[in-house]
């Protein structure tokens, strides 16, 4: 990279995706979606700095099929990692806040839909697109997508289009966690954790 592009991009405010596909089942469809050329022009069209990947078990595969060109080519630094026993650095990297080179801006956290990790990403100021992943069977993953973005916490991205996704949720607001009861809910009176709850009480 020139000098020049150095010296743009530590001027500018860093603002990162931070991908996550669990810890125990890989999603390697969702890992080609978000290297692809589509995906990766619109983060930069969003001025990302940073593309961020939890791969669980699929790291080497992720390796293989990263491209080599992103800074060049979309400005952004890919870093991948297959397992970490904590994310909250992840998930803060990808909200607003400050960093080595001043302030953040707000991300996106782009996760399947785990209630784990969904409940862990709702604690930090980002926004949150949450992926089903087709290859699970009854895991309840699209009930609980489906469920928290009609209360307004999130976007239920689809495999296809999670680049949509990405460009929705940074137009729009989002409500704040931890939720209340939501007028209308089929699970008006315990809230969005009960719902949770209730679908897929042991999943992580």
Same mark, same amino acid.
Request: aromatic share 14%; charged share 20%.
């Given at each position: 990279m020139s000098e020049a592009n150095l010296r743009s991009r530590h001027d500018r405010p860093t603002r990162t995706a931070f991908v996550t596909i669990g810890a125990t089942a890989g999603f390697r469809s969702l890992l080609q979606e978000v290297v692809s050329p589509? #995906? =990766?022009a619109t983060l930069k069209s969003l001025d990302f700095t940073d593309l961020v990947v939890?791969?669980?078990?699929? =790291?080497?595969?992720f390796d293989s099929i990263r491209p080599g060109?992103?800074?060049?080519?979309?400005?952004?630094?890919?870093?991948? #990692?297959?397992?970490a026993p904590d994310l909250n650095k992840y998930f803060a990297q990808a909200s607003r806040g400050d960093d080595d080179n001043g302030k953040r801006e707000c991300g996106v956290i782009v996760s399947h839909?785990?209630?784990?990790?969904?409940?862990?990403?709702?604690? #930090?100021?980002s926004k949150l697109v949450a992926v089903p992943n087709p290859e699970l069977m009854d895991n309840h993953q699209l009930e609980i997508a489906e469920e928290m973005e009609s209360?307004? #916490?999130?976007?239920?991205?689809t495999l296809g289009s999670v680049a949509e996704a990405v460009e929705k949720i940074d137009?729009?607001? =989002?409500?704040?966690?931890?939720?209340?009861?939501?007028?209308?809910s089929a699970y008006q009176?315990?809230?969005?954790?009960?719902?949770?709850?209730?679908?897929?009480?042991?999943s992580s």
């Open positions: 589509k #995906f =990766l939890q791969c669980g078990p699929d =790291l080497e595969y060109y992103s800074q060049k080519a979309y400005g952004l630094d890919i870093t991948a #990692f297959s397992y839909a785990g209630s784990g990790s969904i409940i862990g990403a709702l604690e #930090f100021d209360q307004g #916490f999130l976007i239920h991205g137009k729009i607001v =989002l409500r704040k966690w931890p939720p209340g009861p939501s007028p209308g009176e315990g809230g969005l954790w009960e719902a949770i709850n209730d679908l897929m009480p042991k």
